[in-house]
């Protein structure tokens, strides 16, 4: 049996080593593809790794992709460092549920202050940046509406690690329709994001968008 495998490897990568495209459940392969797959039934069904997993690839070549099974999405590898195949991410949460986004966690807690808490997924980074925080501050506006505060608050070089950290601890959101806008810079890893929570009715719904913007 192991001969009969072994001759089959050694066929197959005598085949492949000659061919200089392969089309698999196909007739013939485009002649701009190394390598064709056609199906109407099935995917292609890439490696599946944790973010921990996927750091922890030596030496990763230019162009490499896994799934993120943290972030569930693509991820590549652009020569220097790993990258979503995704520019922004955009969802509702409710308070206490993890948002995610490349090294980048977020989330608005379910005590306590409640405004943006960071942490990364894994190491300890180095983030500056700025917040705009527009909030009502006595009573809620029903359907009339109501003037807002505005304020800003500015972080310079601070370590953020894998537990929770307020990017503003005195800043308490008290009513939905709030907001919180952070543009921040990952010095570690010479990215730049934007960060924006809008504040649901009761802490839920909550909207969350993360988009980076190098």
């Known amino acids: 049996m192991m001969k009969k495998l072994g001759l089959f490897i050694f066929i197959a990568t005598l085949w492949f080593q000659a061919s200089a495209q392969v089309a698999l459940d196909a007739n013939s392969v485009n002649s701009s593809a190394a390598l064709e797959l056609n199906s109407t039934t099935k995917g292609l069904l890439m490696p599946r790794l944790s973010q921990s997993q996927m750091m922890a690839i030596s030496s990763p070549a230019t162009g490499l992709q896994v799934v993120n099974t943290d972030a569930n999405c693509i991820y590549y590898f652009n020569g220097s460092q790993w990258q979503s195949a995704l520019n922004s991410y955009k969802v509702y949460a409710n308070a206490g549920v993890s948002v995610q986004f490349d090294n980048l966690i977020v989330r608005i807690p379910t005590s306590g202050n409640r405004s943006l808490q960071l942490r990364t997924v894994s190491g300890t980074n180095t983030w500056s940046g700025i917040a705009n925080n ?16 505005l304020t800003g608050f500015n972080r310079q070089s601070s370590s953020f690690g894998t537990t929770f950290t307020y990017w503003e601890s005195g800043l308490n959101f008290s009513f939905h329709g709030s907001y919180q806008e952070i543009f921040l810079v990952d010095e570690s890893n010479s990215r ?15 909207y969350f968008e993360i988009e980076r913007l190098k």
């Open 134 to 149: 527009f909030y009502i501050s006595t009573t809620t506006g029903g359907g009339s509406g109501l003037a807002s505060s």
């Open 192 to 206: 730049s994001y934007r960060i924006l929570c809008i504040i649901g009715n009761g802490y839920n719904d909550n």
